[in-house]
């Protein structure tokens, strides 16, 4: 028996969008303004998600059920997979001291903590965002982060912030190539579209990161080596974006942007340098700061055997997000499973859709070419390299399942009410409300895919939700579908830094679980204040400047 989503349940605009909004205000206040830990404010929401789609909406209880359980297994592979074994890396590499050589070697390159930051959260980060992605980067950084002494919530907010410009790229341009399939326009249009909108804020977001961590005074006094970063990120970012295509577009920009980083950082450092890993604190002069560099310095093996296991694992990464790899692997083994009760009985109707649509609803089991797999592979390597033992990676493995356990019961209760939002029509709901916006839609448009972003923890599933809408609703108002369906994707990686999901992801790397209020209203203004930029940026490309928005082969 199916059953067909409804977008205005009880018959008011106003109110119906005030109930579909009301899941995810429960949850985000719980955590923010109610200091309810993390897992029971995401269990909460849920229950209110299913409360409003089963009595407000109409939704069968059964189906409405069956959503949550499907969100919350995606919830535990692939995100809770990728956060269970990157902990797992860090913990190797803590027990065996090399965490602490790595940790000095980048105080190798720069012990400002200012451009630590650039290297570690921008650079590298984007690196792992356009390997692997979901979660990856934020896992990484803030955990690197940590052991270079910032505080958890610096590490953790920071590794948000910085955690934008590359999202709508990442995993290999996952989210653009899924962007095309749902709106059947060009891959490529839609790659180079993008590709002129997140330039401008790659070269803006590395001065946003550090004037969020240390002050605009501060900001300033760095400011070439924050210009180097940025624009040896937006220049590779827009050429590749828009004469390849959407695959390599952050791999290729992160090698550049940390090569040309690493290699101004040679014959160009501040007057002064920043120790302090907070807004308090003192600068030294760059004498004194190479003085306690030297002195806490390594051989070259020593920082090679420390960098050995990173390097093991970006390796893997890459590869694991190779589309010929995950083939190959999935031919190996996948299990797909439709489930029973709800695979292809929800229906979305116009105008959410051109046409009736059902929905699929299969959980696959992608085991073996998870991300989190080639990750726990390099960790495994990593600790036979290290000298380790198999008992005594067995034995930190189990710790580090004990210590992330509320972390992937909380992931896992955020996606179950993501998937029932969606499964129910209540983001839909919020969709249309931002559709009705008129002349303003491209601002609005760019903050639907912000919404989508914060509502989901993806800028693929945002660009699933929002996409289609998106073109529909453009071309209603004679704007350009490829303009509007790139707003999607590029205003959505603002949402990123905000969605339940990474915060989550954030506090477990930091072991700051229990403290995801804070990081939320850490993060919340950032997030924020560059989507509403990014929406007058699609706005002037609307009316200002139609020619950016032009399709050119």
């Not at 106003?14 to 955590?31: D, K």
């Not at 065996?96 to 012990?111: A, D, R």
Request: aromatic residues 12%.
């Amino acid at each position: 028996m199916t059953w067909s989503q409804v977008y205005d349940p009880v018959s008011n605009a106003w109110l119906s969008t005030l109930l579909a909004a009301l899941p995810i205000l429960v949850l985000l206040g719980g955590l923010a303004f109610f200091h309810i830990k993390a897992h029971w404010a995401a269990i909460l929401g849920l229950l209110v998600a299913l409360a409003v789609a089963v009595f407000v909406y109409g939704m069968p209880a059964e189906m409405a059920g069956k959503t949550a359980f499907l969100g919350g297994l995606f919830g535990l592979l692939p995100i809770g997979w990728i956060v269970l074994n990157v902990i797992f890396m860090y913990q190797l590499t803590t027990d065996t001291g090399l965490f602490e050589v790595l940790q000095k070697s980048i105080t190798g390159i720069t012990n400002d903590r200012r451009l630590q930051l650039l290297l570690v959260a921008f650079c590298f980060g984007a690196f792992f965002e356009g390997a692997a992605g979901f979660g990856t980067p934020v896992a990484v950084t803030a955990a690197i982060m940590m052991g270079l002494g910032f505080k958890p919530l610096a590490a953790a907010g920071l590794s948000l912030i910085a955690n934008t410009a590359p999202v709508a790229y990442g995993a290999l341009g996952t989210p653009i190539v899924v962007l095309a399939a749902v709106t059947g326009l060009d891959l490529l249009d839609l790659s180079a579209m993008v590709g002129r909108q997140l330039p401008f804020f790659s070269v803006l977001v590395p001065f946003w990161l550090i004037w969020a961590f240390v002050g605009f005074r501060r900001m300033i006094e760095i400011w070439p080596a924050i210009l180097v970063a940025g624009v040896s990120f937006a220049i590779p970012q827009f050429l590749v974006s828009n004469f390849h295509g959407p695959w390599l577009v952050d791999v290729i920009a992160a090698i550049v942007s940390m090569g040309s980083l690493a290699l101004f950082l040679k014959i160009w450092h501040p007057k002064e340098i920043w120790l302090s890993t907070s807004r308090e604190g003192e600068t030294v002069s760059h004498a004194e700061a190479q003085k306690q560099r030297v002195a806490t310095g390594y051989s070259r093996s020593q920082v090679f055997k420390a960098w050995t296991p990173w390097v093991i694992l970006s390796v893997l990464v890459f590869l694991w997000g190779l589309p010929q790899i995950k083939n190959w692997l999935n031919e190996i083994s996948v299990f797909k499973f439709p489930i029973e009760g709800l695979h292809n009985l929800v229906i979305k109707v116009p105008p959410v859709v051109p046409k009736p649509t059902p929905e699929a609803a299969v959980y696959v089991l992608n085991w073996l070419s998870a991300t989190g797999t080639g990750i726990l592979i390099a960790a495994i390597i990593a600790g036979l390299v290290m000298g380790l033992s198999v008992p005594k990676m067995v034995q930190t493995y189990g710790r580090t399942l004990k210590l992330v356990r509320f972390s992937l019961l909380t992931i896992a209760a955020m996606l179950a009410l993501g998937f029932t939002t969606k499964g129910a029509g209540l983001d839909a709901t919020l969709g249309l409300a931002f559709a009705h916006a008129g002349y303003f839609y491209p601002f609005f448009g760019a903050m639907l895919g912000w919404l989508g972003v914060a509502l989901t923890g993806s800028d693929t599933s945002s660009n699933v939700l929002f996409g289609n809408l998106q073109k529909i609703t453009a071309e209603q108002l004679g704007l350009s579908p490829v303009l509007m369906a790139s707003a999607n994707s590029s205003g959505g990686v603002m949402g990123k830094m905000i969605d339940a999901q990474s915060i989550v992801v954030a506090s477990t790397a930091t072991q700051w679980y229990g403290h995801e209020g804070e990081i939320l209203r850490y993060v919340f203004f950032h997030s924020l204040a560059l989507a509403a930029l990014m929406g007058l940026l699609v706005m002037a490309q609307a009316y200002l400047w139609p020619f950016t928005a032009l399709v050119v082969r």
